[in-house]
């Protein structure tokens, strides 16, 4: 007999194990005799469940297309394709573009095949190939994407736990120190990016074709939008004129990744590359288009290009965020009033990054007190 009662409650309640877990739930009536009828019929289907398992198979390529098609943002879709092409044994190169074969399984696999043992397989081989733990933990939260859409559409998923697994392996990511751009490499980048600057490769600035010159001047006014709003790739990218006004200055920004939204006032250059831009529109819609009039895509390697001219190593699109809440704290600008630039969710998150950049600021304030 597994049937128990509470003396607040005019029910009997199921209680029983079932694979090594305890079910314990209502059966939302006072007889007893049906309460045991209940118990039995729910026991009898979660084990044929457990057993036999009806729900549809997919396989781990069919799976991945439907994640995918899910997401169209262009910064994490380009994030999640490199994901998914390892996932499935092979990456691009960011700058040939060619195949490079690298562990992953084969795309006929059913999904809800996998076990802990092929993550586990996949974590030595990413330390083999290189990766840094940070991007095996991005893999792994990709995998786990894979695993909450199909339980969303009721196809047959694997028998693991993301969260046990990093736990188990000890998989944590070290914090590091914040990578922002000095004043001197800010200037080099832009130097390399300024569009009316000869090129190696290059046909000469004058005779060069509207299309190299549009390319060329979107990549460098695009840095500065990021530069001195602080703004994720995807925002800026996407942003809007219906969001621009250029006679209060002000930009009214969506933050999609935490759903929130901001006004920040234009610094004098960004008002300068906004105003100009307004003048000759590509789009009535957004600001940085692609070459479709769509909104901006994702496109590293002219800026990865020009970091490089610049002598500048670790530099990615977001380190351009990291520049501008860095110059805002050391500056002496509250962790408060960076969170609200940059769209945080949580002050704790700002907190966590970038407290550690004013320290100088605090003891110089702490000395000029016991001083007096």
Same mark, same amino acid.
């Given at each position: 007999?597994s049937?128990?009662?509470?003396?607040?409650s005019?029910?009997?309640?199921?209680?029983?194990m079932?694979n !090594?877990k305890?079910?314990?739930r #209502?059966?939302?009536?006072?007889n007893k005799?049906l309460?045991?009828?209940?118990e039995?019929?729910?026991r009898?289907?979660?084990?044929? +469940?457990?057993?036999?398992?009806?729900?549809e198979?997919?396989?781990?390529?069919e799976?991945i297309d439907?994640?995918?098609s899910?997401?169209?943002?262009?910064?994490s879709r380009? @994030?999640?394709l490199?994901?998914s092409y390892?996932?499935l044994?092979f990456?691009k190169?960011?700058i040939?573009?060619?195949?490079?074969e690298v562990?992953?399984?084969?795309p006929s696999?059913?999904f809800?095949?996998?076990?802990? =043992?092929?993550?586990?397989r996949?974590m030595?081989?990413r330390? #083999?190939? !290189?990766i840094?733990t940070?991007t095996f933990?991005h893999e792994?939260?990709f995998f786990?994407?894979?695993?909450?859409?199909a339980?969303q559409?009721?196809?047959?998923?694997?028998?693991i736990?993301?969260?046990?697994?990093k736990k188990?392996?000890?998989?944590?990511q070290g914090?590091k120190p914040v990578?922002?751009?000095?004043a001197e490499e800010?200037g080099?980048?832009l130097?390399?990016l300024?569009?009316?600057?000869?090129?190696? +490769?290059f046909?000469?600035v004058e005779?060069?074709?509207?299309?190299?010159?549009?390319i060329?001047?979107?990549a460098f006014?695009?840095?500065i939008?990021?530069?001195?709003? +602080?703004?994720?790739h995807?925002e800026?990218a996407s942003l809007?004129?219906?969001?621009?006004?250029l006679k209060e200055?002000?930009i009214?920004l969506?933050? !999609?990744?935490?759903?929130?939204?901001?006004?920040?006032?234009m610094?004098?250059r960004?008002y300068d590359v906004?105003?100009?831009?307004s @003048?000759k529109k590509d789009s009535?819609?957004?600001?940085?288009?692609n070459? =479709?009039?769509?909104?901006r895509?994702?496109a590293?390697?002219?800026?990865?290009?020009a970091?490089?001219?610049? !002598?500048i190593k670790d530099?990615t699109?977001?380190?351009?965020?990291k520049?501008?809440?860095s =110059?805002?704290?050391r500056g002496?600008? #509250?962790?408060?009033?960076v969170?609200?630039?940059?769209g945080?969710?949580?002050v704790?998150?700002?907190?966590n990054?970038y407290a550690?950049?004013s320290?100088?600021?605090?003891?110089?304030?702490?000395?000029?007190?016991l001083?007096?």
């Open positions: 007999m049937l128990v009662r509470h003396a607040n005019p029910y009997w309640y199921m209680s029983f079932v !090594g305890t079910v314990f #209502s059966t939302k009536t006072a005799v309460a045991q009828k209940i039995n019929e729910t009898k289907q979660m084990i044929e +469940g457990i057993h036999f398992d009806t729900k198979a997919i396989t781990l390529k799976i439907i994640h995918l899910t997401r169209t943002e262009s910064r380009a @994030q999640m490199c994901h390892k996932l044994g990456k190169n960011n040939t573009k060619e195949t490079v562990f992953g399984f084969e696999t059913p809800h095949q996998l076990t802990s =043992k092929d993550l586990f996949l030595m081989a330390k #083999s190939e !290189g840094a940070a933990l792994l939260v786990n994407g894979l695993i909450t859409t339980k559409l009721g196809y047959r998923v694997p028998d736990d993301i969260k046990a697994f188990d392996q000890k998989i944590k914090k990578r922002y751009l000095t800010e080099r980048l130097a390399e300024d569009p009316n600057k000869p090129m190696h +490769g046909s000469p005779t060069q074709s509207s299309e190299t010159r549009r060329r001047q979107d006014d695009f840095v939008a990021l530069l001195d709003t +602080g703004a994720r995807e800026i809007e004129w219906s969001r621009i006004d200055r002000t009214r969506y933050r !999609g990744k935490v759903n929130n939204e901001s006004t920040l006032y610094t004098e960004l906004l105003s100009r831009r @003048q009535e819609q957004f600001i940085f288009t070459k =479709k009039g769509g909104h895509n994702y590293i390697c002219g800026f990865a290009a970091a490089r001219r610049a !002598g530099c699109f977001h380190t351009m965020r520049t501008l809440a =110059k805002l704290v002496g600008l #509250s962790i408060s009033d969170s609200v630039i940059l945080h969710a949580s704790a998150t700002t907190q990054y550690s950049l320290p100088a600021e605090s003891s110089k304030r702490a000395v000029a007190l001083d007096k």
